[in-house]
Structures are given as C-alpha cells and as structure tokens.
C-alpha cells in the first residue's frame, strides 16, 4: 500500500510538473487546485466507514455482500451530493472563472463510479487482497497521467484533463 501512494504521488507530481513547463501560471494554478479537489474529493464518497466495512468483512465474510450493497448505497448517494455541491457551487464560487465550471462537473461526476470504486477496494482489502487494489490504482495513474501529458502537449486544456480524469474513474468502475 505504502508503494502504491509513492507512485501515485510521484505521478500526480509529475503531470504538475510537466504542465508547468508548457503552461503559464494560471492554468498551472488552476491545474493544481482542481487537482487537489479531484484527489480529495475521492476520499469521501465513503465518509471514512471504508475501516468499518474492512473490519466487519473480515470478521463476518459471509456478510460481504449486504455490507457492500448498503455501502454502496451510502457511497452514491454522498457522491451524488459532492457532485451537485461541485458542480453548483464551484460555478458560483468561480463564477468569473470559467475555465474551471467543467473541470470541476467532472470531478464532481468522477465521484460517481468512485462510489463503486471504493467499496470494491475496502471489500478487497477486507478479503486481503492489496495486490489487486494496489495493481489497478497504479494502471489508473499510469494511463491518465501519460494520456493527461498527451493532451496538454497536444493542446488540449483543463476541460480534456478532467473528462480524462471521469473517463478513467469509469473504467476503474468497470474493472472492479
């Protein structure tokens, strides 16, 4: 697990890194607080119960599949609420910063597979299996930071990065 942040955080820092050398200060800045939203608004969908439902699973594996129904209930449903919150609020927050009003929907709408995503992965750890959680968020980094590195030098901006951001949130969705 502790190599799976590295690298992620490696990554992460290096898309900034590779934008500041194409971008002026502006889009870098914007880059970088949409950014942070992204990678924080991941960790909630769940609302920190992932321990809970890792701890319960172990204990009681033959009750994975309720506790992870109800979680994912709970998980869409908060992931819901961060994406209207995103998407309303950020477009009035930065109402004279357009640039950011669909980046920020995308973060929001990335939040709904996340739902899936991060019931898969606490049901995983709870199964001991890291290696699966820690193999697919390595791919997911892999791929839309070199593709997100791709569209910048191709001219594309923090609209395509976002969409790119959803798009592998949907394809995590799917893999699990």
Known sequence: MGSMRIVSALLTMGLLV???RMWGIIELGNLALLTTVFLFCQLLPLLGLHLHLIREVSAKPDLATLY???????????????????GVGG????????ALHRPLWFIGLSLLPTAIIVVMEALLMAQQR???VAKINIYENLGRTGIALLL??????LDAVFALFLAARILVAVCY
């Open 68 to 86: 992870g129904s109800s979680a994912i209930g709970l998980a869409f449903f908060v992931s819901l609420i961060l994406c209207l919150t995103l």
């Open 91 to 98: 477009t009035f927050l930065y109402q004279n910063q357009s």
């Open 130 to 132: 890291m290696d699966v």
């Open 152 to 157: 910048v030098l191709t001219g594309y901006g």
């Open 18 to 20: 590779g934008c500041a």
